[in-house]
């Protein structure tokens, strides 16, 4: 989550970056970060998750990248696979992008 949301700040010059959790079943929640961001480009789109990519814009500033690594989304997706779900997104190019994720969390008797 905390990537996600840095990468959502990061790509929103204006308007607003949203954290939503919501109830999706007896142990399911969804976790999600939508932004009002730049939107990814259709073509950025095939190399999303790829470890190591590197893209730059007309800026000559990375766009599509929290770090220089290029790790942020792939990691992101590694971690969301390792707790049983999938890293799922939609986007619209100048409008903002959604990433979420829907992930079972175990009931405990505990208080």
Do not use: Y
């Amino acid at each position: 989550l905390l990537n996600l949301v840095t990468n959502a700040l990061k790509f929103t010059d204006e308007g607003r970056v949203e954290v939503q959790v919501r109830a999706t079943g007896l142990a399911a929640v969804e976790f999600a970060v939508l932004d009002t961001g730049h939107g990814i480009p259709e073509s950025a789109i095939p190399d999303l998750f790829k470890p190591f990519r590197t893209s730059t814009g007309r800026s000559g500033r990375s766009e599509f990248l929290f770090s220089g690594t290029g790790l942020g989304l792939a990691l992101c997706r590694r971690l969301v696979q390792a707790m049983g779900s999938t890293l799922q997104f939609e986007t619209s190019v100048g409008e903002g992008t959604k990433f979420w994720f829907v992930v079972d969390l175990p009931m405990t008797s505990e208080r």
